[in-house]
């Protein structure tokens, strides 16, 4: 889909199905329209062809009855006393050696062939009969004209009514091989029956559209309510059950999360119980080691066990920080974000803050954000020997930009990263890359913001690390 498109297309569903519908009833509109209108035209071209050639059977049967030549038109004497001229029908209609054929004219083969066959059972001696349908412009002056000025007289014409534009064009030669072409005006569209077709077309939207947005609102709202619920789960310590609402399915959707987040519940209350008892029994024995290693009388044995004792507890408190995560009960609050990362970054020697007077304020978990910091930082350094971190907001989002000088990450390993125990030095000496835990609980924090951490390759070298977090 084009960027346009995707800005105009909505993006929850509610918005999408009455799009849909709207659009649906649109196109459906539009189509009943074009062939209303259609219809309308026919209709107005079979009258007027009608008005022809009773016009031209009626010249025909004069000429034979009183001999009165086809076309003219006499004066008679009036019951009253003075003379009126004999009022013509609207139609032009003239006699010639040879058929007029206008090119740009559309023949009626339909109503052609009707006419023929109704002229044929007739006395009236006329064949080869055509009948067609086009612009009045194109007709000629001694058809068009006269059409014109009686249009203009006539005083049932309403001021707001709109003047032809099309005209039927008749022609049919006589038993005397003489031609005659008779034309006549087609009545225009009524302004009223485009209004009458838009207040329709009002109506219907009416009609269907409020209904439609009643029930996909009653469909969409419990929706949202589940989706802000299930992006909550395992976050919160609030497992009370969401209502019930809107119809029958989405009832039953809301009752199988409720199953599902007491079972979720269940489970991460027994680990969160398993994790406190592992963290006591393996933390105690691990301090009576580390007093014992004390009495050895060897030096460099005595470093080297306990580094490896603080190695283990480091890496206990990192696993038990990492299954805990999403029960912290750290609550969200406004921070000054550079004053936090000042705070973190007077710790890592080599790490500079850009524009540290910039005051930039967020609601986040300050503990929380802090170890995130101290992680990507720390790795950082290790790899990198020097860092620079700017913050700023942009779209919506808190941006945390650390940039190092490092060697980078292979593109294809990027994202095992964030994996637990992920690492591109693959010892597990802690003296060259850690626990492999630090991403993986940096991603986990940014993520208990609803946001995420992301890792790219410098193009000038290096590798950045950015903290994405939502601004409400």
């Known amino acids: 889909m084009s960027r346009l498109g995707q800005y105009l297309w909505p993006r929850r569903l509610y918005g999408q199905i009455l799009l849909v519908v709207a659009l649906a009833l649109f196109v459906a509109q539009s189509i009943n329209a074009a062939m209303l209108l259609a219809g309308s035209r026919n209709r107005a071209i079979v009258e007027t062809a009608t008005m022809v050639v009773g016009r031209v059977v009626n010249q025909v049967e004069r000429e034979r009855e009183r001999g009165v030549p086809i076309g003219e038109v006499r004066e008679r004497q009036s019951s009253q006393g003075p003379q009126h001229r004999r009022r013509s029908a609207a139609i032009s209609l003239i006699v010639s050696d040879a058929p007029l054929t206008l090119d740009r004219y559309e023949k009626q083969t339909e109503l052609t062939d009707h006419v023929t066959e109704f002229l044929a059972q007739s006395d009236t001696g006329l064949t080869d009969i055509r009948i067609s349908s086009g612009s009045l412009l194109l007709l000629p002056p001694e058809l068009r004209d006269a059409q014109l000025e009686r249009f203009k007289r006539t005083k049932f014409r309403g001021k707001e009514r709109p003047a032809p534009r099309f005209a039927v064009l008749f022609s049919a030669r006589t038993s005397d091989g003489r031609w005659i072409n008779a034309a006549g005006l087609v009545r225009p569209s009524e302004t009223s029956s485009i209004i009458g077709m838009l207040l329709q077309t009002l109506t219907l939207y009416i009609a269907v559209m409020i209904p439609l947005a009643f029930v996909v609102r009653r469909v969409a709202k419990p929706l949202e309510r589940l989706t802000e619920r299930v992006q909550r789960v395992g976050l919160v310590s609030d497992v009370s059950p969401l209502a019930s609402a809107g119809p029958a399915d989405i009832r039953q959707l809301i009752d199988a999360f409720n199953n599902m987040q007491s079972r979720v519940s269940a ?163 802690r003296s060259t890359g850690g626990s492999g835990l630090g991403l993986t609980i940096s991603r986990a924090i940014a993520r208990s913001h609803n946001g995420d951490v992301h890792l790219e390759n410098r193009s000038q070298g290096g590798l950045r690390a950015t903290i994405a977090i939502p601004v409400a």
């Open 267 to 429: 489970l991460l209350g027994e680990k969160d119980v398993m994790l406190g008892a592992i963290g006591h029994d393996l933390k105690t024995p691990l301090a009576a080691l580390r007093v014992r290693v004390e009495s050895v009388e060897d030096d460099a044995e005595r470093d080297k066990m306990a580094a490896t004792i603080d190695e283990m507890v480091t890496i206990l408190d990192d696993i038990l920080m990492l299954a805990r995560l999403g029960k912290s009960g750290e609550a969200s609050q406004r921070t000054d974000i550079g004053a936090l990362i000042g705070s973190v970054v007077e710790d890592f020697p080599g790490v500079v803050l850009i524009d540290p007077e910039q005051r930039v304020v967020a609601n986040v978990r300050p503990i929380l954000l802090r170890r995130a910091l101290r992680n990507l930082i720390g790795n950082a350094i290790t790899y990198g020997k020097s860092a620079s971190i700017s913050v700023r907001i942009d779209a919506g989002q808190l941006l945390i930009q650390i940039d190092d000088d490092g060697p980078g990450i292979p593109g294809d390993r990027i994202e095992s990263m964030f994996e637990p125990f992920g690492r591109v030095e693959t010892s597990r000496s």
